[in-house]
T-cell receptor, first 112, second 112 residues
């Protein structure tokens, strides 16, 4: 089955800096890659997703890049703010978007 | 955002008890999901329902029994659970199986 690895497990950046989180996947047939943000005690919230027919997608300060050849995708957050502090999860799915395999999460801390 | 509602938010039960978790979505979605979130482990997909029909059972022990009476409601019936079943159980829904998933706040389950 699919295996998703996520790095780093923790990331600390200063406010205003950029943050990058990377994930690799094992199934070359995977075609859907969402990213979720989970604040402490709250639900995971979808922040951006990308499908395999696109190499990059951007939404304001957040962007995701996909390298199908290398089987990895990354989340980029620019101009980080304290409210970006949370745990971020990547995931991958093959076929439909229903059968998601998640990474282990990255705890991002944005310091003042 | 309160589109996916889970009750109860917290549940403590003994190993011999029988209880049920409830999930309700008000988004008009047709697919619903159960996930298990344990500390330091990736979110694990348990079950997928599409138009009330179960389409995925991710090798979940039979002590977890899902029920989907209609596209808006999803239950997880619990009986004879083990201490390792203590976790956050998350429900999610999506418009169809190929659309992004939206999560509820979860039920924090503790097995004594």
């Amino acid at each position: 089955g699919e295996n998703v690895e996520q790095h780093p497990s923790t990331l600390s950046v200063q406010e205003g800096d950029s943050a990058v989180i990377k994930c690799t996947y094992s199934d070359s047939a995977s075609n859907y890659f969402p990213w979720y943000k989970q604040e402490l005690g709250k639900r995971p919230q979808l922040i951006i997703d990308i499908r395999s027919n696109v190499g990059e997608k951007k939404d304001q300060r957040i962007a995701v890049t996909l390298n199908k050849t290398a089987k990895h995708f990354s989340l980029h957050i620019t101009e980080t703010q304290p409210e970006d502090s949370a745990v971020y999860f990547c995931a991958a799915a093959t076929g439909t978007a229903s059968k998601l395999t998640f990474g282990t999460g990255t705890r991002l801390q944005v310091t003042l | 955002e309160t589109g996916v509602t889970q009750t109860p938010r917290h549940l403590v039960m003994g190993m011999t008890n029988k209880k049920s978790l409830k999930c309700e979505q008000h988004l008009g979605h047709n697919a619903m999901y159960w996930y298990k979130q344990s500390a330091k482990k990736p979110l694990e997909l348990m079950f997928v329902y599409n138009f009330k029909e179960q389409t995925e059972n991710n090798s979940v022990p039979s002590r977890f029994s899902p029920e989907c009476p209609n596209s808006s409601h999803l239950f997880l019936h619990l009986h004879t659970l083990q201490p390792e079943d203590s976790a956050l159980y998350l429900c999610a829904s999506s418009q169809d199986r190929d659309q992004p998933q939206h999560f509820g706040d979860g039920t924090r389950l503790s097995i004594l």
